[in-house]
């Protein structure tokens, strides 16, 4: 089946990716710049796609960036939060309606293409605060998709009840190059290993039992888009 995947670069959709890949879909990867706090995602969604050979279109959103002002990724003034995720720390990380917007995209793009599927990433440890990572989200969101066009376009979230351990073990089987994709909030040059993002990566490779490639600055001061952190 051709299938659209939104891609951000991240361990998360890169197995994604990969295992859909495997399972043998003609596969369209869609990344969005929405105007977030750094490139770095894009940079390695963008370097991945072309070792695979995939095509991977990037929708220009950025302009939208005031629009989803409020939480740490598209608004500068809010710093990134370190150690562990508490409930409040996680929702300064909240996108507004991102996965909505994202899958909306990728729909029209799905559409024009005549892909008869699209698909992301979610999985169960964003459940607890990330309300548009729910199955009830997806499931009224697959409902939509269906009812937005004369051709029928699935909505596919293969790792809705895993856990990024679980996500990890994958990659691990299918040879993901882990080290090439990205995850950490800040973007400087190396993952910082200090925000909630890349001490719930470092974990997940703990808890898979899977040697984590990702060299970490821990204590280097990151950027983000070009601009020093302070």
Sequence with gaps: MKTVIVYSGGLDSTVLLYHMRAAGHELHALSIDYGQRHRCELERAAAICAQLNIPQPTANLSAIQPLLAGNSLTSPEIEVAEGHYTEETMKTTVVPNRNMIFLAVATGHALSIKAGQIAYAAHSGDHAIYPDCRNEFADAMATAIALADW????????????????????????????AKTWSCYKGGKLHCGRCGTCIERREAFHLANVEDPTPYALRRRCTHRGKPEK
């Design 151 to 178: 051709e029928q376009v699935q909505l596919s979230r293969p790792f809705v009840n895993w856990t990024k351990a679980d996500i990890v073990k994958r990659g691990a089987e299918l040879a993901v190059p882990f």
